[in-house]
């Protein structure tokens, strides 16, 4: 941990970030067991050092896409907890006006495309989001989320080639939580690791810890650099675990027990209170207090979404062109 | 053209009545027992203590026929359509699966350009005997897991495209599309399913249906008439089958007739049912979940107004969601689907006024 240039209230606030995203996806759990979200939704608890730690590498003006699993991105890009649970409610005050739900959570003047829902959609729009920051000369970049399913997938082979080809300033990160769906990870892959992959596009690809905020932060600050910088991509393998099933209705019988208790042992919000408390920037005290801050803050959002207004049952005719 | 109901009594007496899930499962496994060449392949079908599919309907064949038939793929739906179009062109005959219909824009190219022409680019020497199952209907998932693609694979000539309404003709019909020697695009609709426990679906409709034990095939091509009547002749597909049956009911009680045909497949297309009816009832209307511009409805409305010209007493009317994505929130959701409510109007208003 003393490697690295965060200091202790940059510190402070990727932890608050962290339990946002954890205590964000309870209170989504028990909303939706409680009938109140329509829809369906994919979980995302256990990986918030991913999300997180590549969001706080991030600058204003930088761009992630996401995926069917978008809570804890939107969290970790900074989009107002209040939109994303009014979005969930399916209301008028929502990220995407209760048009998008669960799996299309996003704000582009916030730094965050709608997430995407087909697996592999994101990878060629974040390659574009690049190609435009490249081309009107910004200093911006693109973060792209997917996960290890998604590196099966056509889309991931042509738009990885074609940041890399074109140097484009685009970090692709692969949460690699070991299963797609139902299906684990050694059954698709003869690989043992995506990251792998990055040597056939000819750009630097690593596997890094991904329940390590601070590893993942790491990482993420010099890919970005030297995305930025015109050097092209990076291909980040995070090795995480999810801690749901796959989506509302899996109860995940195809995980081993023992290897959901291991990972578990690892949780990633776990971790960095530990470490942090151990290195003396977290107290007590300072936990509670931060547990009860984000607790007041999903209240509000709570709130603020039941409160809010259903859109207009004819809202669904607008929108559909510029 | 007659119902094949009337041709198999047995529908009527037997006892047995199963969901859409457990009809389309029993025609997979029956057809798999017959016949060594039938492989399942897509994305979670067969893995222990998994879904048996996005909706459940592969659940227990892996324990049967094990994995050299029941094949988990990656993530990547243009090679399930192609390989499975491969394997067909090799000898096979491959139900290949995709999660959501949605997903069949990513296989278009393996379908429409490779599957559909390789017997006419081959001058009739190859056949391609695969079938494309997929999920369709609005169901609070929003715009990416939510759509009706009718249309797209009803104008690729070369596709054949079913879409069963009920258990009963589910089973005939996946039985029918296994055995054919074409690539058959298979529409099943998520809220028909009558899936159970966690994989429920809210606004699920209750369809259990007779299904004989006896072996029975549904020939494509071969409307039925869900209902009779002689007021108007409602033409639909799918979930809208079930919403027009609802309308019929209320319309009945205001003393209007409907007759409500189920197409159950849309290429081949039983044009003499429809026209035979619309001649009858000297009114019709089309009732599907798909966009309108465009929709399978477009073609109905079209040709069966050129053959019945002198016959028809009001405008063909179509009812189809609007041109827009499916939107999340249940609200506008519930606008964007056809409703029963539109459809008795609708009715009413053509019986009334002409
Ligand atoms: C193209 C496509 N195929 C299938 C699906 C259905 N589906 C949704 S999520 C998922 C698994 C994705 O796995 P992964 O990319 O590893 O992401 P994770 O769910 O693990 O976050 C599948 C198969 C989809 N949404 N899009
Ligand atoms: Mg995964």
């Given at each position: 941990m003393n490697d690295s240039?965060?200091?202790?209230?940059?510190?402070l606030a990727i932890y608050r970030r962290m339990v946002l995203c954890r205590k964000f996806e309870e209170r989504v759990y028990y909303l939706f067991l409680e009938g109140r979200l329509p829809g369906t939704v994919h979980q995302s608890a256990g990986q918030e050092a991913s999300a997180v730690g590549v969001c706080s590498a991030l600058a204003e003006g930088d761009v992630i896409t996401s995926t069917h699993r978008p809570h804890s991105h939107a969290i970790a890009r900074g989009l107002p907890v209040k939109s994303l649970m009014a979005e969930l409610f399916a209301k008028s005050t929502g990220c995407c006006r209760g048009k998008g739900g669960s799996m299309h959570l996003g704000d582009l003047a916030l730094g965050m495309l709608p997430a995407i829902a087909i697996v592999g959609g994101g990878i060629p729009l974040a390659t574009g989001q690049a190609l435009a920051f490249q081309y009107l000369g910004k200093k911006n970049i693109a973060a792209c989320f997917f996960g290890d399913g998604a590196a099966?997938?056509?889309?991931?082979?042509?738009?990885?080639?074609?940041?890399?080809?074109w140097n484009l300033p685009v970090v692709y990160i692969c949460e690699n939580n070991k299963y797609g769906a139902s299906t684990s990870v050694e059954k698709v892959m003869k690989v043992e690791h995506v990251s792998t992959r990055a040597a056939a596009y000819g750009i630097p690809g690593m596997t890094i810890d991904g329940n390590d905020v601070e590893a993942v932060h790491r990482a993420m600050s010099s890919a970005a650099e030297r995305a930025r910088g015109g050097r092209g991509p990076t291909l980040l393998e995070l090795e995480t675990y999810r801690f749901?099933?796959?989506?509302?209705?899996?109860?995940?019988?195809?995980?081993?027990?023992?290897?959901?208790?291991?990972?578990?042992?690892?949780?990633?919000?776990?971790?960095?209170?530990?470490?942090?408390?151990d290195h003396g920037v977290l107290t007590e005290e300072a936990a509670r207090q931060i547990s009860a801050s984000v607790e007041k803050e999903l209240d509000e959002a709570v709130k603020f979404a039941e409160e809010s207004p259903s859109p207009?049952?004819?809202?669904?005719?607008s929108d559909v062109f510029a | 053209m007659s119902s094949p109901e009337t041709q198999i009594p047995a529908a009527q007496t037997t006892a047995r009545k199963l969901t859409m899930v457990e009809a389309?499962?029993?025609?997979?496994?029956?057809?798999?027992?017959?016949?060594d060449r039938v492989i399942l392949i897509g994305e979670d079908i067969g893995v222990e203590g998994g879904f048996g599919g996005a909706f459940t309907v592969t659940l227990g064949l892996a324990e049967e026929f094990g994995h050299r038939r029941v094949i988990d793929t990656p993530i990547s739906e243009a090679a399930i359509a192609g390989v499975a179009a491969g394997a067909a062109a090799g000898g096979l005959r491959p139900v290949a699966d995709v999660q959501y219909g949605d997903f069949l824009f990513i296989a278009m190219d393996q379908l429409a350009n490779q599957a559909a022409k390789l017997r006419y680019m081959s001058g009739g020497k190859i056949s391609v005997p695969m079938v494309m199952r997929a999920p369709v209907g609005a169901t609070t998932r929003g715009s990416q897991h939510g759509q009706s693609l009718e249309a797209f694979f009803t104008h690729v000539p070369g596709l054949k495209v079913a879409c069963p309404s009920n258990p009963y003709?589910?089973?005939?019909?996946?039985?029918?599309?296994?055995?054919?020697?074409?690539?058959v695009i298979f529409f099943e609709h998520k809220l028909l399913y009558g899936s159970k426990g966690?994989?429920?679906?809210?606004?699920?409709?209750?369809?259990?249906?007779?299904?004989?034990?006896q072996e029975y095939l549904i020939p494509f091509g071969q409307a039925k008439i869900a209902r009779p009547g002689r007021d108007i002749t409602i033409v639909a597909n799918l979930l809208m089958v079930h919403r027009s049956l609802q309308a019929a009911k209320i319309l009945a009680e205001r003393g209007i007739e409907a007759e409500v045909i189920d197409v159950r497949t849309l290429v081949p297309f039983d044009w003499d049912t429809v026209a035979e009816s619309a001649r009858r009832t000297r009114k019709l209307m089309i009732v599907e979940e798909d966009n309108l511009t465009g929709g399978w409805g477009a073609e109905v409305a079209a040709r069966i107004g050129d053959v019945c010209f002198?016959?028809?007493?009001?405008?063909?009317?179509?009812?189809?969601?609007?041109?827009t994505p499916v939107p999340f929130a249940p609200i506008m959701e519930k606008f964007y689907i056809p409703s029963m409510e539109t459809i008795v109007a609708t009715a009413q208003e053509l019986v009334s006024n002409y």
């Amino acid at each position: 941990m003393n490697d690295s240039n965060l200091d202790s209230k940059q510190r402070l606030a990727i932890y608050r970030r962290m339990v946002l995203c954890r205590k964000f996806e309870e209170r989504v759990y028990y909303l939706f067991l409680e009938g109140r979200l329509p829809g369906t939704v994919h979980q995302s608890a256990g990986q918030e050092a991913s999300a997180v730690g590549v969001c706080s590498a991030l600058a204003e003006g930088d761009v992630i896409t996401s995926t069917h699993r978008p809570h804890s991105h939107a969290i970790a890009r900074g989009l107002p907890v209040k939109s994303l649970m009014a979005e969930l409610f399916a209301k008028s005050t929502g990220c995407c006006r209760g048009k998008g739900g669960s799996m299309h959570l996003g704000d582009l003047a916030l730094g965050m495309l709608p997430a995407i829902a087909i697996v592999g959609g994101g990878i060629p729009l974040a390659t574009g989001q690049a190609l435009a920051f490249q081309y009107l000369g910004k200093k911006n970049i693109a973060a792209c989320f997917f996960g290890d399913g998604a590196a099966n997938i056509g889309t991931f082979h042509e738009a990885i080639n074609m940041g890399a080809i074109w140097n484009l300033p685009v970090v692709y990160i692969c949460e690699n939580n070991k299963y797609g769906a139902s299906t684990s990870v050694e059954k698709v892959m003869k690989v043992e690791h995506v990251s792998t992959r990055a040597a056939a596009y000819g750009i630097p690809g690593m596997t890094i810890d991904g329940n390590d905020v601070e590893a993942v932060h790491r990482a993420m600050s010099s890919a970005a650099e030297r995305a930025r910088g015109g050097r092209g991509p990076t291909l980040l393998e995070l090795e995480t675990y999810r801690f749901s099933g796959h989506s509302r209705s899996d109860p995940g019988h195809y995980r081993p027990q023992d290897e959901v208790a291991a990972w578990k042992q690892r949780d990633p919000v776990g971790l960095y209170e530990k470490a942090l408390t151990d290195h003396g920037v977290l107290t007590e005290e300072a936990a509670r207090q931060i547990s009860a801050s984000v607790e007041k803050e999903l209240d509000e959002a709570v709130k603020f979404a039941e409160e809010s207004p259903s859109p207009a049952a004819e809202e669904c005719l607008s929108d559909v062109f510029a | 053209m007659s119902s094949p109901e009337t041709q198999i009594p047995a529908a009527q007496t037997t006892a047995r009545k199963l969901t859409m899930v457990e009809a389309l499962r029993e025609a997979l496994r029956e057809e798999m027992r017959r016949d060594d060449r039938v492989i399942l392949i897509g994305e979670d079908i067969g893995v222990e203590g998994g879904f048996g599919g996005a909706f459940t309907v592969t659940l227990g064949l892996a324990e049967e026929f094990g994995h050299r038939r029941v094949i988990d793929t990656p993530i990547s739906e243009a090679a399930i359509a192609g390989v499975a179009a491969g394997a067909a062109a090799g000898g096979l005959r491959p139900v290949a699966d995709v999660q959501y219909g949605d997903f069949l824009f990513i296989a278009m190219d393996q379908l429409a350009n490779q599957a559909a022409k390789l017997r006419y680019m081959s001058g009739g020497k190859i056949s391609v005997p695969m079938v494309m199952r997929a999920p369709v209907g609005a169901t609070t998932r929003g715009s990416q897991h939510g759509q009706s693609l009718e249309a797209f694979f009803t104008h690729v000539p070369g596709l054949k495209v079913a879409c069963p309404s009920n258990p009963y003709d589910g089973k005939g019909l996946l039985k029918t599309a296994i055995r054919d020697d074409n690539p058959v695009i298979f529409f099943e609709h998520k809220l028909l399913y009558g899936s159970k426990g966690a994989r429920k679906e809210a606004g699920g409709v209750e369809v259990l249906g007779h299904v004989p034990d006896q072996e029975y095939l549904i020939p494509f091509g071969q409307a039925k008439i869900a209902r009779p009547g002689r007021d108007i002749t409602i033409v639909a597909n799918l979930l809208m089958v079930h919403r027009s049956l609802q309308a019929a009911k209320i319309l009945a009680e205001r003393g209007i007739e409907a007759e409500v045909i189920d197409v159950r497949t849309l290429v081949p297309f039983d044009w003499d049912t429809v026209a035979e009816s619309a001649r009858r009832t000297r009114k019709l209307m089309i009732v599907e979940e798909d966009n309108l511009t465009g929709g399978w409805g477009a073609e109905v409305a079209a040709r069966i107004g050129d053959v019945c010209f002198g016959h028809l007493d009001a405008p063909i009317r179509r009812i189809a969601a609007p041109d827009t994505p499916v939107p999340f929130a249940p609200i506008m959701e519930k606008f964007y689907i056809p409703s029963m409510e539109t459809i008795v109007a609708t009715a009413q208003e053509l019986v009334s006024n002409y």
